[in-house]
């Protein structure tokens, strides 16, 4: 049998608690200092305004295209490479009484000048109003999973627990969130869909501790639950890794094969993997532990014995 | 059982492999029909030319015809339009090449996002104030009319900030005008705002009416959208309604978005003319047309002579709806604001018994361009209707003497020529066609390196089992492919595909949790039947609960998400179900057939 991890008995995995949790603290703290001095980088999609991507037949000096962008129409607009030294990608702030369309126009004046063969591969606009709405929208989208997923994990387990997982993943997302403010990337729809995702994803591991924990607290009935804690996640070890390493060979791929239109998902997946890793062991497990998580409190959710209706699934 | 669900997966991806034809498309624009003459005549235009015709298909009043190439395809539109001349949109399409018998079993590739084909996308709002603007401006002028007519005497009506503002010289004036007015309509809520020696009378229209009046503009105008979208010749446009004001019109392949812009918002307007009976038939034919007349052509064809002066526009036009008469005769009711109305009620005093026409004229896009590069338009001028005049027409009048669908149409038309609201773009993307295959290449670079280290990783690591799972990871992609094609509704996107290659990774995770639990079993000394009963049995809830989870987020996402996201969060959803399937049932029923039933001694895990 090849394996990873072969470790009899258990780790004791919360003696590492007290400090991983300062860590964390600091990371969260760090994340929030950013995120309210430097703020997010918002793209496109939440602010408003006007993106021109183009392909120059040859490679483009930024220098020379910001200096032909100098209108009423254009000024302002920040120019930057996109994936190649030929694909030019141009923002456009939105400015009140002149429509996207001028500003499009000009650009691609001024652009053409510099190489009539460029290609004009994408142009997007987007209203002011409709930026709003979908910030506030993402705002909320993330608030409404946050609480379904709380209300969820307090029906099936404990509301310990419940908190516990919750505040892993706010954990997660305000780090990750941290990451993206403190490097100034851009921050558009799909990386909130990466938020999400990584939302999803990291409850998906806390949920096969905490499982474990559940399971291990009827059987381990002299232990304390720092043991049973303990040993639910040495069992649960190298599968955490498995799917941590599978899920995030995925995300690489995606980041250095998907091209630039998905490059801000797939930065947004692999932090929050990461992160959320860690997370759904110390601060979920930890914190179920400081609320006072005890075997008592496992006891009224009935375990269900789902593997007797295995049979019935089969052919 | 699991073997038939992925053999009709994989029945529903098989569309997806044959790629598509190169193909033209026929839609009829102005009031005629594509019909299987049109096809035939189209077969025979293409036989004379000597382009071979792989398939020609007549489906929803829409004509298909597909080619051999892109060189064929282009000859093809162009003898096609020549022949059918300008009452027929003539476009370039790429068509699915599923065999004719796949199709028949309700087999098709997926469809694929404006990210992935190119093309534009809109985001259109209605300007609702507008709408609201014009509804109570028009009740201004009604409630003074009609005051005035029932001698009920107001020192001032205005559009106010709070409303309708009405002003009265005593209490019992406002009384009486306050139930007058309540009594002649209930779409107006009045209230009493009378301070002091100020009688003020507020009337503001109803929840209700105010969600009709946006209603109605929100329906008039997808309707216009609509047609000018069909006008421009575009295969598979959209053109549907978001939420209560906004409207997103998606046109695939469109690279111009200037020309498709100025077609969506060129203006309809309405005229209404005298006929003038003086000029003979004969006359007219020959090109000798009265001084202060023209010829004009009806819609339904043949010429009419009209005078030129202009007895009223079309934005005095309120409403048209259809409607039947007494004897069940479909007619077209109108209703003209107030100034319309008192100068429809002079012209038409003196013209009773003789014919009024009303004239449409629109501006079409002729497909080229002037000098300055904006789009040349063809202002195109018909006839939709001629009628008799049968007594002084006031603000509300009705057409008659239409067919059913002409009264529909006829209604629709007047008040396109006088949209109560007008648009504005509130967002638009357009995606070229290369960035669209480009998306598509790194889309299934990034899946097939993904893919091809979880499968090596899998089977370097659980051997025997691992192999089972690569079994089911390859049945998971086949039925996540399948599920799109069959879903009517879904949609392929970048991120649709970033979130298929997310499956990969997160469906081994069923597998792996089962796993490492057998192994665990087995550590503890459990035979092999038990540990893989146990494995199974135990990982169940923790793989559905952790699923749940990450289906919840996923449906949220596709509650707020637009376009590229939403098709996200589909292969998302679906991935995890057919994941669940193919790790739990899937597997098993792979390692009973094998293991099942039998004394092991040792597994390969």
Redesign the interface.
Known sequence: ????LNIKGSVNFLRHAIPISILSVILVLGSLGSLATKGINWGLDFTGGTVV?L?FSNSANLTVIRNGLTTDETDGAVVQNFGSSRDILIRLPVKEGIK??VQVAQVMDAVTLLDPAV?????????P??GKE?AE??G??VL??LI??LI??SF?FEWRLALGSVTALAHDVIITLGVFSLFQLEFD??V??GV??V???S??DT??VF??IR?NFLKMRKSSPEEVVNTSIT??M??TI??T??????????F????T??HG??TA?LMGIFVGTFSSIYVASFLAIKLGINREHMMPVEI?????D?DK??? | ???IIIAVGAFYAIPNLFGEDHAVQVVATRGAEVTASTQSAVNDVLVSKGIAVKRSELENGQLLVRVNNGEDQLLAKEAISDALGDKFTVALNLAAATPEWLESMGGSPMKLGL?LRGGVHF?M?VDMGEAVRKMTEAKVADYRTDLRAEKIRYAGIRNGAKGIEIKFRDAETLANAESFLKSRSNDMVFTDRSTGDNYFLIANPSDVYLKQIKEDALQQNITTLRNRVNELGVAEPVVQRQGAERIIVELPGVQD??RA?EILSATASIEFHMVDQSADAQAVASGRVPAGSEVYQRRQGGPVVLKKAVMLTGDHIQGAQPSYDEYSRPQVSINLDSKGGSIFSNVTKDNIGKPMATLFIEYKDTGDKNADGSVKMKKIEEVISVATIQARLGRNFVITGLEHAESQNLALLLRAGALIAPVY????????P??GA??I???I???I???A??LV??M??Y?GFGLIANLALTANLVMVVGVMSMIPGAVLT??GI?GM??T???A??GN??IY?RI??ELRNGRSVQQAI??G???A???I???????????L??F????G??KG??VT?MIGIATSMFTA??GT??IV?AIWGGKRVKKLS?
């Open positions: 049998m090849f394996q990873i991507e392909e996207s369309d290609i004009q591969k994408r142009v997007e606009f987007v209203g109003q409709v979908l929208q993402g909320l989208a409404v999973a379904c997923i969820y994990v099936r729809l799909t909130l869909a999400l995702t939302v999803g994803y409850l998906n949920i096969v499982d474990r399971e069992q649960t190298s599968r498995i799917t390493a599978t899920t995030l060979v995925v995300v690489i791929a995606l250095l094969k998907g091209g239109m998905i998902f797939a997946l269900e014995k789902e593997g007797a295995q699934l089969m052919s | 059982m699991v073997m990210d985001l709002e978005t200037a812009k773009i509130v967002e638009e993307r357009t995606i070229g290369s960035l480009e998306n290449q790194n889309g670079q990034a899946m390196w993904g893919m280290v979880v990783f899998m370097v690591y051997r970048l991120p970033a290659v997310l990969v990774g997160m081994v995770d792996v949790l490492e192994r665990e009963h146990e199974y049995g135990n169940f809830s923790t559905a609960d952790a699923n749940i989870t990450t289906f919840m987020t996923a949220i996402l509650a707020v998400g637009t590229a996201v996200f969060a998302l739990i049932v098993r029923s009973n895990i």
